[in-house]
């Protein structure tokens, strides 16, 4: 299988899809969403037919395929579809599917032709258009098998049961889609007609139709991530001297959302996706000296072991893993699946077959699982993953439900993993505590009424529960996607139905609910009042709303005279430690915050002669700049930075004032301060100008004693 899919959403757009064009457009839209969040590389298109418009490449070279639209060719989703999909309206004409089905094929064989690609088409149609040109079906099926392209019929208002013929294992035999009654009643309707036209072509390429009535169905069918698992070669050793070449991959994997990318919104440009990265450095300091850092050298890992740290080494801490070779599970015995508690279960489960291409392997695996299954037994086995993996205690269940024979492996505690708690029984609770007979009935009844399956039809179907908590994140990056600016949108009601109660279910079970809760006496217990300590503003507030707030107004002005922050700035978190200093209002802090702010530039540009250090200080000198005009301290700004551009501007350091001209941080200006005299143009003129260093002369050599005397002679 193909890692990208190459997709064409083939749409009526007739005068019969009126009703329900919205619901399509909301498929399509779901459908380009999902496959966005899937990957970079799947492709979609968008093809019309029963437009009224004619524009797709088949007719401009041979004429014939009118009233077919090639809304937006295969290539990457992006968000322009997805806001351009929204326009798509219903027209007068009738659209011909099968002509539509060719136009399809030729767009997706001249974007994919000898390239690996999951082809796929979805049809979204009413089917209440007659067809025409019938006697082209088999041509455009042999078309299809030739391209490898799957049908997907999702089919508005169609009748016949759904069908799946299954892209994980081998087609099994399908069951009749009509029922004869059926079959004879409706011959010769256009719409049924239409629904056994596709079911054949679904059927002969390995598609589905699936009928829909609403959004929900739709998105059960699209909303489906097709994946090719990765199988891992292992021995399964029954013993030492009987090996089977077997492999795994996962059933099960938690699906998550996308991982958000932290990003300098300073620098990101939306045209540009490389702008906007950030690098993170992490750096070790002694609490003792925090300017100080810690080397890698002079760094080690530790074991917590009571009150101390047991040293480790990276030597001591790899010799202390268990090694093993390669990927391996083996036989430790069998017993009773009874014996073994669904609690127990840990981890992903995974499946177990044979080696690919290794037949005896196959049928010695196929041999195993039917033993156990006619003898009702599990095996218990050790099971590595790879190479000098920590092992595993697990179990293997034969399944033979599925197209071929394999085991079921689910992963099992250790005994350090095992979390033991005892509760009283039952049986001996005090009298009046133990349910009645008659409650016991009602709470029978009660199960009864509400089980999931009912007359052989399964009210909830796994394949349309959607974890709404995803769903509901996808949605409001699609909203934000298409415009930045919305408020995000609300809960899909479709994905949390998912998880409420069947309205059917409830409905039928209404009088056994009512007699559980008659058989059953409620009393609301009201909570003590208990005395609690006013440790939060939030407690004072709330406690002291009756008399005013005198206590909290009272904690309040207390605080104002102390100062618990930091009581100098450090070199660690400089901007941090300086804006608490500065925000406790008192004047003398805040020349000290200032002096300390200015000395910790200087020696950040000194000791750290790097870019990433010179960002530092410049960050510092933002903070000084913008506190100093808040302050009504610009003049004392004004006197560093032209001693900043006098020490630095040349020399060693001189990267530090190249990058504060390129941010353009400069002097004060009367816009900030209307006490100062500098200008908005004197304060650019001062970053452009360069200071001239006067050549001192060299003095002439003193002549020694010696030459004087001489002078004198």
Not at 320 to 337: D, I, R
Not at 479 to 505: M, Q, S, T, W
Request: with cysteine; charged share 25%; hydrophobic share 40%.
């Amino acid at each position: 299988m193909a890692s990208k899919d190459a997709i064409v959403c083939l749409l009526d757009v007739s005068q019969t899809m009126e009703p329900n064009i919205n619901v399509a457009k909301e498929a399509i839209k779901s459908l380009t969403q999902w496959k966005m969040l899937q990957g970079k590389t799947n492709e979609i298109g968008v093809l019309l037919f029963g437009s009224d418009a004619t524009f797709n490449t088949l007719n401009d070279s041979q004429g014939g395929y009118e009233h077919i639209f090639q809304f937006a060719p295969i290539d990457r989703p992006s968000v322009d579809l997805l806001r351009n999909i929204s326009g798509i309206s219903t027209c007068n004409q009738a659209g011909d599917l099968i002509e539509g089905l060719i136009v399809a094929l030729d767009m997706i064989r001249a974007r994919t032709q000898n390239k690996k690609y999951n082809r796929k088409i979805y049809l979204i149609t009413d089917g209440e258009n007659p067809v025409e040109g019938s006697e082209d079906l088999p041509a455009v099926v042999d078309m299809m098998k030739g391209l490898d392209v799957q049908l997907v019929v999702m089919g508005i208002g169609f009748t016949c049961k759904p069908f799946n013929v299954g892209l994980k294992g081998p087609a099994v035999k399908a069951e009749p889609s009509f029922s004869q009654e059926e079959d004879t009643a409706r011959a010769g309707e256009i719409k049924y007609e239409n629904e056994k036209t596709l079911l054949s072509i679904a059927r002969a390429t390995g598609g589905s139709v699936i009928p829909s009535k609403n959004l929900p169905d739709m998105m059960a069918s699209m909303n489906c991530k097709q994946t090719n698992p990765r199988k891992l070669k292992m021995p399964l050793e029954i013993t030492p001297a009987l090996t089977i070449q077997a492999q795994y991959f996962g059933k099960t994997s938690q699906a998550k959302p996308p991982s958000m990318v932290k990003e300098s919104l300073k620098s990101f440009d939306s045209t540009d996706p490389e702008s906007g990265k950030v690098k993170q450095d992490k750096t070790y300091r002694d609490p003792d000296q925090p300017d100080d850092e810690i080397s890698y050298e002079d760094r080690i890992k530790g074991y917590r072991y009571g009150k101390d740290y047991i040293p480790v080494t990276a030597d001591i801490e790899e010799d202390m893993k268990l090694k093993s070779e390669s990927a391996s599970m083996k036989v430790l015995g069998f017993t009773n699946p009874a014996t073994i508690q669904r609690c127990f279960y840990m981890g992903t489960t995974l499946i177990v077959i044979g080696e690919a291409g290794v037949e005896k392997a196959a049928i010695a695996i196929s041999a195993l699982a039917q033993a156990m299954k006619r003898q009702q037994q599990a095996a218990i086995v050790r099971f590595v993953r790879q190479k000098n993996a920590d092992p595993q205690i697990g179990v293997l269940f034969p399944d033979l439900n599925c197209s071929y024979d394999r085991f079921v492996y689910e992963q099992l505690p250790f005994y350090e993993d095992l979390r033991s708690f005892t509760f009283p029984s039952f049986g001996n609770l005090k009298q009046g505590l133990a349910p009645t007979k008659f409650q016991e009935a009602a709470a029978g009844r009660l199960i009864e009424n509400m089980m999931l399956s009912r007359n052989g039809v399964d009210l909830m179907k796994l394949e349309e529960i959607f974890n709404p908590a995803l769903q509901r994140v996808y949605s409001c990056m699609i909203a934000r996607a298409i415009n930045p600016k919305c408020e995000l949108v609300p809960a899909d009601p479709h994905a949390e139905a998912c998880l409420l109660p069947n309205k059917e279910l409830v409905a039928w079970a209404k009088d056994a609910l009512l007699g559980f809760a008659s058989s059953f006496t409620f009393k609301k217990v009201e909570k003590a009042k208990t005395s609690k300590r006013k440790t939060f503003w939030s407690d004072l507030e709330a406690d002291g709303a009756a008399d005013g707030g005198e206590e909290a107004k009272k904690m309040k002005e207390e605080s104002k005279e102390g100062f618990a922050g930091p009581s100098e700035v450090g070199t660690v978190t400089p901007i941090e430690d300086f804006e608490a200093i500065i925000g406790c209002g008192n004047v003398e802090a805040i020349l000290g915050a200032i002096n300390q702010m200015q000395a910790v530039i200087e020696k950040i540009v000194k000791d750290g002669a790097s870019t990433a250090y010179y960002k530092k200080a410049l960050g510092c000198l933002k903070s000084l700049r913008s506190s100093c005009i808040v302050h009504a301290k610009a003049a004392l700004f004004n006197v560093f930075l032209r001693s900043l551009k006098e020490n630095f501007q040349k020399g060693p350091h001189g990267g530090f004032w190249d990058i504060i001209v390129e941010s353009n941080v400069s002097l004060c200006t009367t816009e900030d301060d209307g006490s100062l005299l500098v200008t908005p143009e004197e304060a650019l003129e001062f970053l452009k100008e360069q200071i001239k260093y006067e050549e001192l002369p060299i003095p002439e050599p003193v002549k020694d004693d010696e030459d004087l005397f001489g002078d004198m002679a």
